[in-house]
């Protein structure tokens, strides 16, 4: 996404707690250091941290209230949150934490867009290989996703960004509706022709949403790249 904005005649920052990389500045949720600097004159702001492995609630909300409190308000024109589709109707912490997030921005009374997105072909790929178990491939029964290609998804967040903000939600996925079934069988085809994948019922609230479509878009724009296209490439 940062490639694609350089590309153009924008300048961009990009900001981290190491402040490496192009254009690279120093600013950090967690603690709201260097967040003022960082964020001094920008007029578009795409915010993508998160921290699902570690301290979410102090990233993922606490961050992103000390970001709406940093921001240049006399200069921002545009706040773009990146978040997930079904943070609303699934329980699961980590969700959670992005629907609170999300919230926050709400109130904030800046220009926002919440822009949620559904699970990345790379991120199927890893919790496959994750989940196999010898020549056996486990996937949930019933649940269905709509994956979509990496790319694809930065660069309609580039598009949404240098849009007009929404004030509310809109959502991105891939082209296609499948069940985890249907996406461990293309991966074993294509990743691990000796592996057997096995569906099976996974009882809570959470495995019933998914299954519930709760995982899925309820409209938006979808990509265009498969997952069976992301395999062979």
Avoid: C, N
């Avoid at 402040?19 to 960082?38: E, H, K, M, N, W």
């Avoid at 940093?70 to 109707?89: K, M, P, Q």
């Avoid at 790379?122 to 290609?149: H, K, Q, S, Y």
Wanted: no cysteine; charged share 25%; proline share 6%.
């Amino acid at each position: 996404m940062v490639e694609l904005l350089q590309g153009g005649e924008h300048r961009v920052r990009q900001m981290s707690r190491r402040g490496t990389g192009p254009g690279g500045v120093r600013g950090d949720l967690a603690t709201g250091r260097d967040l003022a600097p960082a964020l001094r004159d920008a007029e578009v702001v795409v915010h993508a941290a998160s921290d699902p492995r570690g301290d979410t609630w102090q990233v993922d909300v606490a961050g992103t209230r000390r970001l709406v409190q940093a921001v240049d308000r006399d200069r921002v024109r545009h706040l773009v949150y990146v978040s997930i589709v079904g943070v609303d109707r699934i329980p699961y912490s980590y969700y959670r934490a992005k629907f609170a997030a999300e919230q926050v921005l709400l109130a904030s009374g800046l220009p926002v867009t919440l822009l949620r997105i559904t699970q990345f072909h790379d991120f199927v790929d890893e919790l496959l290989a994750t989940a196999r178990r010898g020549p056996i491939l486990p996937v949930p029964m019933g649940w269905r996703i709509r994956p979509v290609d990496v790319g694809e998804a930065a660069a309609h967040t580039v598009q949404v960004a240098l849009g007009s903000p929404s004030g509310d939600v809109v959502e991105y996925s891939g082209p296609e509706e499948l069940t985890a079934a249907d996406v461990a069988r293309e991966w074993a085809a294509a990743r691990e022709p000796g592996a057997r994948v096995v569906s099976a019922p996974v009882p809570g609230r959470l495995s019933a949403a998914v299954r519930d479509g709760g995982a899925l878009p309820s409209g938006g724009t979808h990509g265009r790249r498969t997952y069976a296209e992301h395999l062979r490439g």
